[in-house]
């Protein structure tokens, strides 16, 4: 069974351009959720998407922003990037994420911003 | 999500047992302890769960306090690829979505 996908795994930008990374859940899971580290804070949970909606949101600005397809694969994006968001960017994917559940997480996209 | 409380950091020598801790005291009824691990680059990789039992699965046991302020996860033989950062998480995971909220964790060195 194939594991959570990401692409790509290495970005680099300038400040004010916008990204947009993806996620390939484990097949037949249907949330994804995303997550920020940085060496400063740690991992920082962003957002959790379940049959496309938007479930439950971390305390991150408007620039953040992601969207679950009906194939479950999820994409996020981030727009007006600055110099601290400089990350590597999670995603975790479960089979239903509620009760009892554990996360698969895939190798990250390391995004770095110049 | 409860605070947990790990150590910085620990030593461990190949083939004997590790045994990190976590204190967990202002756990809820509805809330599990969950371990995770995080090898340099690469994203976590989950190890066990539990609630008020203890657990033992493949890679690891789960021992939970009576009152549940604190647990311990073993690896019974470590080897050098157990090297990395283990996080001890405390999540209600109920109906509707959860998060994971992680801490510093403890960065495992297993010794040759």
């Known amino acids: 069974k194939a594991g959570v996908t990401q692409t790509p795994r290495y970005l680099i930008k300038t400040r004010g351009q916008q990204v947009t990374l993806s996620c390939s859940p484990i097949s037949g899971h249907r949330s994804v959720s995303w997550y920020q580290q940085t060496p400063g804070q740690g991992l920082q949970f962003l957002f959790e998407y379940f049959s496309e909606t938007q479930r439950n949101k971390g305390n991150f600005p408007g620039r953040f922003s992601g969207r679950q397809f009906s194939n479950s694969r999820s994409e996020m994006n981030v727009s007006t990037l600055e110099l601290g968001d400089s990350a590597l960017y999670l995603c975790a994917s479960s089979f239903s994420a509620g009760i009892n559940e554990k996360l698969f997480f895939g190798s990250g996209t390391q995004l770095s911003v110049l | ?112």
């Open chain 2, 1 to 112: 999500d409860a605070k947990t409380t790990q150590p910085t950091s620990m030593d461990c020598a190949e083939g004997r047992a590790a045994n990190l801790p976590c204190n967990h005291s202002t756990i809820s009824g509805n809330e599990y302890v969950y371990w995770y691990r995080q090898i340099h680059s690469q994203g976590p990789q989950y190890i066990i769960h539990g609630l008020k039992n203890n657990e033992t699965n493949e890679m690891a046991s789960l021992i939970i306090t009576e009152d549940r302020k604190s647990s311990t996860l073993i690896l019974p033989h470590a080897t050098l690829r157990d090297t990395a950062v283990y996080y001890c998480i405390v999540t209600y995971s109920g109906a509707g979505s959860y998060q994971l909220t992680f801490g510093k964790g403890t960065k495992l060195s297993v010794i040759p």
